[in-house]
């Protein structure tokens, strides 16, 4: 199975600023990457997929982008209704993979 | 608008089995794929497995295997996902989501499910 590991654990930032979530996997999944974003009490939100692509409906503050076997998820100028988990999910192939997941959370 | 509408809270014993759905409004429910995923308490999510309900083929988790089995009703355009011989460690939330069409089959879920939490406990 394609490991997927995903950092920081915990994330602490501030309405306005922008922060960085990652996630590695253990080989190649070609751009087949897709981030989440899910929060208490509300269905689990696609941000982006094929690693850049943003989802329809999704601002633009989220950005997706690849590096090898690298992937980042960027979201800039944080908005209060940002804060939750993000997870990323490879779909390049069977079985599919998500990481352990990122709290986002207001300092 | 799409939305996939799950049963509620249950709470079961060990070595049963229980059968959780996800009721599919908004788009043509026989044109794309169901995927159900796991989501252990204070864990990440896991894939369990696709059903295409335009054929019922189903595709599983070699994990899932033998655990769960995925059915659909297209009368109702309602996806099921029967858990059996239930133990503790099935105690989790259950999602489904929607995945790729048969005409643009894609791997991500684009739309899910509020999620169905199972207790396994005597």
């Known amino acids: 199975d394609v490991q997927m590991t995903q950092s920081p654990y915990n994330l602490a930032a501030s309405p306005g600023e922008s922060v960085s979530i990652n996630c590695k996997a253990s080989?190649?999944?070609?751009?087949?990457l897709a981030w989440y974003h899910q929060k208490p009490g509300k269905a689990i939100k696609l941000l982006i997929y094929d690693g850049s692509t943003l989802q329809s409906g999704i601002p633009s503050r989220f950005s997706g982008s690849r590096s090898g076997t690298d992937f980042t998820l960027t979201i800039r100028s944080l908005e209060p209704e940002d804060f939750g988990l993000y997870y990323c999910q490879q779909h390049n192939e069977y079985p599919f993979t998500f990481g352990s997941g990122t709290k986002l959370e207001i300092k | 608008q799409v939305q996939l509408q799950q049963s509620g809270t249950e709470l079961v014993k060990p070595a049963s089995s229980v059968k959780i759905s996800c009721r599919a409004s908004g788009y043509t429910f026989t044109d794309y794929y169901i995927h159900w995923i796991r989501q252990q308490p204070g864990n990440g999510l896991e894939w369990i497995g696709w059903i295409y309900p335009g054929d019922g083929n189903t595709k599983y988790n070699q994990k899932f295997a033998g655990k769960a089995t995925l059915t659909a009703d297209t009368s109702s355009s309602t996806a099921y996902m029967q858990l059996s011989s239930l133990t503790s460690e099935d105690s989790a939330v259950y999602f489904c989501?929607?995945?790729?069409?048969?005409?643009?089959?894609?791997?991500?879920?684009?739309?899910w499910g509020p999620g169905t939490m199972v207790t396994v406990s005597s």
């Open positions: 989501g929607r995945g790729g069409a048969y005409y643009a089959s894609y791997w991500y879920f684009d739309f």
């Open positions: 080989k190649s999944i070609s751009k087949y």
